[in-house]
């Protein structure tokens, strides 16, 4: 079964729109949990509008599935894992000042550099994702950085599934064919709902896990969190 792991930095968004601590960071990821994600997810930016950096720090203490820490190996960044260890790093090309991931890594132009990110974060005991669009050149390419998995990224596939759900999952399905040839778990995440994630989980092989924040958050909203976890599970059976 394809896990689950809820990114809580909507959650962190809106604790720091009033500056207090409700709600309270480190009792969501609890209650995450306890409904049913099987994973945490949350992604420290340099300016830190969302997750903090000692909101990670606090959540290694609290997390009992795995914590999955996203972002650009920045300095600040490589020191911040190297001090919580994560179960999982995700590698990601975002700027400091993107709203949003908006792009995979280019692996062939970046090999060196991650050759050496990646072999720092497995020397301390990391899992290592290297965040990709559907590309089956950088797929073949990640091969070499010694990651352990990529994340397809699914903005593309979740704007066209609406208007034709094959032909949005089509280089998804090349590229995630291609991961499982060459040894390489798969991850995926980005824009994916209640309406577009079944189709993804049916037709990626070897899907291990998708993160998902935004819509699940919006979800939660009208449908409770608790029950909004695990319908979203219930998309990934």
Known sequence: MTKLSVNINKIATLRNARGHNRPDVLQVARDCERFGAQGITVHPRPDERHIRYQDVRDLRQIVTT??????????DFMDLVREVRPEQVTLVPDAPDAITSNAGWDTITHQIYLIGVVTELKSIGCRVSIFLDPDPAMVKAAVATGTDR????????????????????APYAVAATLAQ?????????????????????QNLPGLAEVSIGHALVCDALYYGLENTIQLYRRQLR
């Open 181 to 201: 040839q060459l040894g390489l778990g798969l991850n995926a995440g980005h824009d994916l709902d209640l309406e577009n994630l079944a189709y993804l989980h």
């Open 66 to 75: 795995e914590l999955n820490v996203e972002g650009n190996p920045t300095p």
């Open 150 to 169: 990529i994340e397809l990224y699914t903005e593309d596939y979740a704007r066209l599934y609406p208007q034709d759900p094959a032909q949005a999952i």
